[in-house]
Structures are given as C-alpha cells and as structure tokens.
C-alpha cells in the first residue's frame, strides 16, 4: 500500500470516528461538517482507485 492510499484509507478512519462522536453528541452542525468531510473523502478515494470498503461506510 503506497502512503497516499494508507493515507486517505485512515483519514476515512478517523472521520468515520469524528461523525460517530458528533452523532452521539447531538451537534447537528457537526455532524453536517464531517459527513461533508467523509463525502468528500470518499470522492477523492474513487477519483484515485482507492477502495475503501474495509472502512466502513458510515
């Protein structure tokens, strides 16, 4: 795995992890970033080949 794969595969990681804790906390406005975020991510990972179905979808 080179570093840009591993990187965007743990940058999933850890927004998947920051929208679960917006979710649990109940900032809506959070919540909203980060999906943002996540979407955006798994844009990227698509554009490059990167598959990232080991890291869940949230």
């Known amino acids: ?4 794969t591993a990187g ?3 940058r999933i990681e850890n927004t998947e992890a920051d929208l679960d804790r917006a979710r649990r906390a109940g900032d809506e406005f959070l919540v909203e970033v980060e999906q943002a975020e996540l979407e955006d991510l798994q844009r990227l ?7 990232y179905g080991a890291v869940s979808n949230a």
Request: aromatic share 8%; proline share 0%; net charge negative.
């Open 1 to 4: 795995m080179d570093a840009f």
């Open 8 to 10: 965007i595969l743990q």
């Open 45 to 51: 990972a698509n554009e490059h080949g990167v598959r």
